[in-house]
């Protein structure tokens, strides 16, 4: 079975600042997408970024962008120029697709602050 | 609006009470899940849908649950004698079958506390 641990329960920033949230997972598999899910307070969970496991290079998306280890299944994400809008929960999440499912394998979360 | 909704969004029930869960998804989605998130934690697989077809289901759905999708649209989660460690958030979300790298999109939850 997959597992993925995120060891950092807490994180705290100014705005402005760039912060790296950690995320680790263990699976035998060589075909999988990894996830980073944002959970703001009292409201419903959307999709950061993704990564194909079979692809080299890191996934980006404006702000946000990962560090992906294959070998050393490690799995980080990084957020430049952190925002006040960025406060939320962040789970690193790890699926094994199985005709596209969307069955979910989540971390234990990681809850960024931004101070202003 | 057009994204995942869940009905209702908070219910406290007294223990041994059955509840019951409505999750709306996006309408062009063909696929469905549930999730169980505890307090402090991520959220929990518990089973999903390919239209009408319950799929899978995890091994922490006991028999105390059981999830319905009747036409392909919307999905019910009932707990039946519900029990304190049953508190919980309850996430549906759905995707759309094809595109391995299709996303899914998640509803607000429905919290549930069993006094």
């Known amino acids: 079975a997959q597992t993925v641990t995120q060891s950092q329960p807490e994180m705290s920033v100014q705005e402005a600042e760039t912060v790296t949230l950690s995320c680790t997972y263990d699976t035998s598999e060589s075909n999988y997408y990894l996830f980073w899910y944002k959970q703001p307070p009292s409201r419903q969970m959307i999709l950061v970024i993704r990564q194909e496991a079979y692809k080299q290079q890191n996934a980006t998306e404006n702000r946000f962008s990962v560090n992906f280890q294959k070998a050393a299944k490690s799995f980080s994400l990084k957020i430049s120029d952190s925002q006040l809008g960025d406060t939320a929960m962040y789970f690193c999440a790890f699926m094994k697709p199985i005709q596209g499912a969307q069955k979910l394998v989540f971390g234990q979360g990681t809850r960024l602050t931004i101070n202003p | ?115």
């Open chain 2, 1 to 115: 609006d057009t994204g995942v909704s869940q009905d209702p969004r908070h219910k406290i029930t007294k223990r041994g009470q059955n509840v019951t869960f409505r999750c709306d998804p996006i309408s062009e989605h063909n696929r469905l899940y549930w999730y169980r998130q505890t307090l402090g934690q991520g959220p929990e697989f518990l089973t999903y849908f390919q239209n009408e077809a319950q799929l899978e289901k995890s091994r922490l759905l006991s028999d105390r649950f059981s999830a319905e999708r009747p036409k392909g649209s919307f999905s019910t989660l009932e707990i039946q004698r519900t029990e304190q460690g049953d508190s919980a958030m309850y996430l549906c979300a759905s995707s759309n079958y094809g595109a391995i790298d299709t996303e899914a999109f998640f509803g607000q939850g429905t919290r549930l506390t069993v006094v």
